[in-house]
């Protein structure tokens, strides 16, 4: 497991190897035959967009509804789907301390299945949210990048965060190869500072599935 100090309070942590192969495959085939995926509309600038990009939903009883550009996915029971429990196990056993209450789980079908730059940056999660993120199957380019200053950024508004699409330096953007099997988590102010995007690549030519694992307040 290696960590890296992103600065001002911001940390990602790595694991490449943190499910056996063999057993991550099984989940794999698993949850790409047996989830029920989605490729929704969403609202973007006013204008409609095919998500690029299949999802799925899985929540605990009780919490908000989550809502994104416009769309309010079904939350599916964690019961609907026993594997999932098991794979959340595993993730609070690696990182002690966490508590996970909420799951999006994507499916990208080939390297033009996408997600384009953007933060986690939710009221729901918190001011230094955790997010636990586990791929299986293709292994895929991840890309953090820091946000311009709050000063270059003026009001924190909704559009103001969704509009960020400055350039930085490359001194101040960082790569990970998620492969099969592996872990990263962004905690700290990651969501405040840094955006995050899995970019199209011609090279991706079979299936990944990615959980990204949540805390939702209550």
Not at 1 to 18: A, C, I, K, Q, W
Not at 52 to 61: H, L
Request: charged share 25%.
């Amino acid at each position: 497991m290696t960590t890296f100090d992103l600065g001002n309070g911001s940390e990602v942590v790595h694991l490449p190897r943190f499910l056996p192969r063999d057993r991550a495959w099984d989940w794999f085939h698993y949850m790409d035959k047996h989830i029920p995926w989605s490729r929704p509309t969403l609202t973007i600038y006013g204008r409609p967009l095919l998500q690029p990009r299949d999802s799925c939903y899985i929540a605990s009883e009780g919490l908000p509804q989550l809502s994104y550009s416009g769309h309010k996915p079904h939350a599916y029971s964690w019961d609907d789907f026993p594997p999932l429990k098991d794979i959340l196990h595993e993730v609070h056993r690696a990182l002690p301390g966490s508590r996970f209450n909420s799951l999006v789980l994507n499916r990208y079908k080939g390297g033009n299945d996408y997600v384009s730059w953007h933060s986690d940056e939710e009221t729901a999660y918190g001011l230094t949210p955790e997010i636990a993120s586990v791929t299986f199957g293709c292994e895929r380019e991840f890309l953090l990048k820091k946000k311009p200053s709050r000063k270059a950024r003026g009001p924190r508004d909704e559009t103001t965060r969704k509009r960020l699409r400055t350039s930085t330096s490359k001194d101040d953007q960082l790569s990970f190869t998620l492969k099969h099997g592996s872990l990263l988590v962004m905690r700290g102010y990651t969501q405040r500072d840094w955006l995050h995007s899995v970019p199209k690549r011609a090279r991706a030519m079979s299936t990944r599935i990615n959980l990204t694992f949540r805390c939702i307040l209550q």
